[in-house]
């Protein structure tokens, strides 16, 4: 499947649904029965709406979660699958009930291996918390246990797959997605022949959960933000590379992130691929880097996907088919589509010994988990252009750089610090470390990567959020409060946006589409 072509959509089922759903149950659950009939979807899809989640690929059903309202005392004790199931196969949804149940959760085969499921557990828990239930309740199939039965009993098999002895698909996928097991029921589904009528009652306990009369009118939106301070080191390949960028991945996704950050020219090390004659002209070396621009954009937005989690791919070479060259960072969302920001101002170094030109464009990109820009690092150093950004409603700044020394590095730092206090949001600051003598083209490192916010009382006292050690390879991770940065800029201490004195100035971005190909630029007056 062509990533390019992938455009992940999460919505609610709907009735017309149902032939697309047929066919996905028909081809799951061809072992226990099938589908559902078409009334009993469409009466569930009638009583909870918002707990019938899809997600769609161009508008084709990939994957499906079916759910009911249930009462937890009832359902959190013995029961069977058909304590579900009233007459003429209608499930029974409670609209008083306390608790959510899980009924189905189905992918699609040729869409498995990109998490899907866990997107769908995600919604799911993001319901019951917006819902203010109790806990989510499921009773799940346990398929590969005939093949262990003569020598284990069904407790016994629990235990082996808890402790990763065996691995069972359903199972498995539940304990890792934070479910526990609180008791085996026997004759859950007794044509379940692969699970020999056995079942597991999991649960998932919503700790925000708070009886009705204290619920809280508004919650506050966190986004968890992961940022990798990269070392520089060699490579002996571009997989190697690749390697260890999936690894921080995928470390950063198992801690729930939303973002991850990785700093400007993470992969400038592949330019010691070539022999040190080679790399004695600069400019030939930097066209050689940016060969692998395309591999790693794929690359980048496969692992977005597949371990759904955006990713703000620090930057990278792009040579134009004119020969031009621009230092891009790249936002790989992980619904699949790819975004970018060409870097605007160019140091005189990446001038003079690489011919690196400016970009002509700056625009906000609007996430799932907020509205962010990204300006890599010396262009952190003009306040116009994030001033621009925050009157486009800019809730994160990410600031991908590449300093050599402390002055270097201290220059972007405060400016970003600056940034984040001007334009009351918050800014992301991601470098690289490490010294690498054997490649021509780098030199020294210094970085601290952090996170500031605004200066004000409900941040903290010196308005950096985290920050990693100097120097270090290492993960840092920050909980943004989104809801913090609407009360300051309407009821801070000070409140820098609202008190700009427009009547002396303005400011704007000048329209220069007609030089990129007709791209509309940002405009703000």
């Not at 455009?7 to 759903?21: A, K, Q, V």
């Amino acid at each position: 499947m062509s990533l390019d072509e992938l455009h992940l959509n999460l919505r609610n089922l709907t009735p017309d649904d149902y032939p697309e759903l047929k066919a996905l149950m028909d081809a799951v659950y061809h072992d226990i029965g099938g589908a559902w009939p078409e009334h009993t979807i469409e009466k569930l899809i009638q009583e909870f709406p918002d707990g019938q989640i899809a997600i769609e690929d161009d508008g084709k059903l990939v994957g499906v979660a079916l759910t009911v309202r249930v009462d937890y005392d009832d359902f959190s004790n013995p029961h069977q699958y058909d304590d579900l199931i009233g007459q003429r196969e209608i499930i029974l949804n409670d609209p008083q009930g306390d608790a959510m149940y899980g009924l189905d959760v189905l992918i699609h085969p040729d869409y498995r291996g990109y998490r899907l499921g866990r997107r769908l557990y995600e919604a799911r828990k993001e319901l019951c918390r917006s819902m203010n239930l109790r806990a989510i309740l499921a009773g799940g199939r346990i398929p590969q246990y005939h093949q262990h039965a003569e020598e284990l009993s069904p407790t016994e098999y629990i235990d082996k797959v808890a402790r990763k002895e065996i691995h069972d698909p359903i199972l498995s996928f539940q304990l890792a997605n934070d479910f526990q097991v609180k008791r085996l029921l026997r004759k859950y589904l007794p044509e379940d022949e692969k699970s020999q009528g056995y079942a597991t009652l999991l649960e998932w306990n919503n700790i925000l959960f708070e009886p009705a009369e204290r619920v809280l009118e508004t919650r506050p939106t966190q986004v968890r933000v992961g940022s990798v301070q990269w070392q520089m080191r060699e490579f002996a390949s571009v997989e190697g590379v690749l390697q260890q960028v999936e690894y921080f991945v995928d470390a950063l996704a198992d801690y729930q992130s939303d973002f991850a950050v990785f700093p400007e020219l993470f992969n400038a090390p592949l330019m010691g691929l070539q022999d040190r004659a080679a790399q004695q002209d600069q400019i030939a070396a930097i066209r050689f880097l940016a060969g692998f621009t395309e591999s790693f954009k794929a690359e980048l937005s496969r692992m977005a996907v597949a371990y759904n989690i955006n990713i703000v791919a620090g930057s990278m070479i792009e040579e134009q088919a004119d020969g031009r060259l621009y230092n891009v960072a790249y936002l790989c969302h992980r619904d699949g589509t790819l975004e970018c920001q060409t870097k605007l101002h160019i140091t005189p170094q990446e001038r003079r010994d690489w011919v690196i030109e400016g970009g002509d464009e700056l625009q906000v990109f609007e996430t799932d988990a907020g509205r962010v820009g990204i300006l890599i690092c010396y262009d952190v150093e003009f306040p116009e252009l994030s001033r621009l950004l925050a009157d486009q409603d800019m809730d994160i700044l990410f600031v991908p750089f590449w300093t050599d020394t402390k002055n270097g590095y201290l220059r972007v730092r405060h400016c970003a610090q600056a940034r984040a206090i001007e334009n009351e949001c918050y800014v992301v600051l991601c470098g690289s470390v490490g010294n690498v003598p054997s490649i021509e083209n780098m030199e020294i490192q210094y970085a601290q990567s952090s996170v500031f916010s605004p200066s004000d009382f409900a941040f903290p006292h010196d308005a950096v959020l985290a920050e990693t050690t100097p120097n270090t390879e290492m993960i840092m991770f920050s909980d943004l409060d989104l809801t913090r940065l609407t009360v300051v800029r309407n009821e801070g201490s000070v409140t820098n946006l609202k008190d700009r004195r427009q009547d002396l100035f303005d400011l704007r971005l000048r329209d220069w589409s007609w030089k990129s190909g007709g791209r509309t630029g940002l405009e703000e007056n």
